[in-house]
């Protein structure tokens, strides 16, 4: 049986569901908005299934949130997956993930987001061909001597960024409906090039992309105020919040410029904000989308290191990782700074950054978010589940559509590669997923033939 550490964490801490909800808002809620919706719009055959896709994915978003509360109150730990995924299938599994993070999963979702960064802040500065991967090359430096140096970003900043970013999202609706209905922005959609099922696969990855973080709420166990009560409250409602801001904004983008005129955008907010107030009312909400942007990197950066580390610690041969200067996994960060760039470089050369390194890392990530969610029934199995720890409800079904998410999460991550690879003749642009995939591939051997230490 898993101890009763959970319950004392329980009764120890003092997050309020409020508390909760507004930590899991202010972790979701970023950049992801400002961009994926062009992409999904691309892979939607209407109006309605443009936004019945993105009420799916709060739905996905809320049932993996709820499979890792119950494996989160049952196994405390601040290694999240990691932790998880060690228990219930082995050490090296762990160190598997441990690299695909390291490689794939932290890198690329720092590249991403640099990317929308780039595309933004280049409304206000313009460096060229390459302005976006300028942009978001100097931000990853910046950012990561910012780290070295031991400054840290505070919870106020965050909580900050997060307003902003919710502010950014108010704004962006208010306008719609202050511009209303542009007739010759709203041009009639043009048909899809692909079959429904796959383009609804390849919307729903940038979807979730969008929804991301919500696997934060493994970290919230040990910190809420009666958990067994009050997880569950807190995720519902928090999702829930998230995904009618999410439709409301995309609601808005539909009405002011219909599906072709969403497909055509390339910064949907700062267009619709030049409808509204001119090239000065994009500027401001470039700024304000950049700001956010900027946060989110310095966050990803700070918590990705840490996860170096780690793999240093369990991994002899890259025990340099492992050490810390000062207050600070300064080799972590250099190296992660390092896969970055070249990444961003790739991205770069690839033509659409963002949606190169979405490829990149979706195949991994959902891969061991399918193994995770197999690791409920796992638990469930050998009885490994806190008495008095959070149940998912609608067991086993919930674990069932969560799996077969990640399943198909993984099958459109690939899929999505191939088809701009074909579409592309061939060459570099769209084998993101391709890829990540040898990178993972190479990670096999290397976890196999290396002796852990003991933790």
């Avoid at 409020?18 to 970023?30: A, K, P, R």
């Amino acid at each position: 049986m898993a101890s009763n550490s959970s319950t004392v964490a329980a009764k120890s801490a003092g997050l309020s569901v409020f508390g909760g909800v507004m930590m899991l808002i202010g972790i979701v809620v970023g950049t992801g908005i400002f961009k994926t919706p062009a992409v999904v719009a691309a892979n939607a055959t209407n109006d309605i299934s443009f936004i019945g896709l993105w009420v799916a994915g709060g739905v996905i978003a809320l049932i993996g949130a709820l499979c890792y509360a119950e494996l989160g109150s049952s196994h405390p730990n601040s290694g999240g997956e990691y932790h998880f995924l060690s228990k219930a299938y082995g050490e090296k599994l762990g160190m598997l993930f441990g690299w695909a993070r390291c490689t794939i999963v932290q890198p690329g979702a720092i590249a991403a987001v640099g990317f929308i960064y780039g595309e933004y802040v280049s409304e206000v500065i313009n460096l060229g061909t390459y302005s976006f991967a300028i942009h978001a090359s100097i931000a990853v430096i910046a950012l990561t001597v910012v780290n070295l140096i031991g400054l840290r970003e505070t919870s106020t900043m965050q909580n900050v960024m997060a307003l902003l970013a919710i502010g950014a999202l108010i704004l962006v609706v208010l306008a719609a409906f202050s511009v209303g209905h542009q007739p010759s922005a709203a041009a009639p959609a043009a048909p899809l090039q692909k079959p429904w099922f796959a383009a609804a696969g390849f919307a729903m990855v940038f979807i979730l992309l969008t929804f991301g973080g919500w696997n934060e709420s493994a970290y919230l166990s040990g910190e809420l105020r009666d958990v067994k009560r009050n997880m569950a409250r807190t995720l519902i409602w928090s999702i829930a919040i998230i995904t009618a801001l999410y439709v409301l904004v995309n609601l808005s983008y539909l009405w002011t410029f219909g599906l072709q005129g969403l497909r055509d955008s390339k910064a949907i907010g700062a267009d619709l904000m030049r409808l509204f107030a001119g090239d000065s009312g994009a500027v401001v909400l470039s700024l304000m989308i950049t700001a956010t942007g900027l946060s989110t990197i310095n966050a990803t950066i700070f918590t990705g290191a840490r996860g170096y580390q780690a793999l240093g610690r369990d991994m002899p041969w890259l025990g340099f990782l492992a050490e810390w200067k000062g207050d600070k996994p300064a080799n972590g960060l250099i190296v992660q700074c390092v896969l970055s760039l070249i990444l961003i470089g790739f991205g770069a050369l690839a033509r659409d950054g963002f949606e190169t390194m979405t490829g990149y890392t979706a195949p991994a990530f959902w891969g061991f978010l399918f193994l995770v969610g197999l690791a409920v029934y796992i638990f469930r199995i050998r009885g490994d589940v806190a008495k008095d720890g959070y149940r998912l409800p609608f067991y086993p079904v919930l674990p069932a559509i969560f799996c077969a998410s990640c399943l198909w999460m993984c099958w459109s991550g690939i899929n999505y590669a191939l088809f701009l690879w074909s579409k592309s003749g061939y060459g570099f642009a769209g084998i993101g997923s391709i890829l990540g995939i040898l990178v993972m591939l190479a990670g096999i051997p290397i976890v196999l033939l290396t002796k852990s230490n003991k933790r």
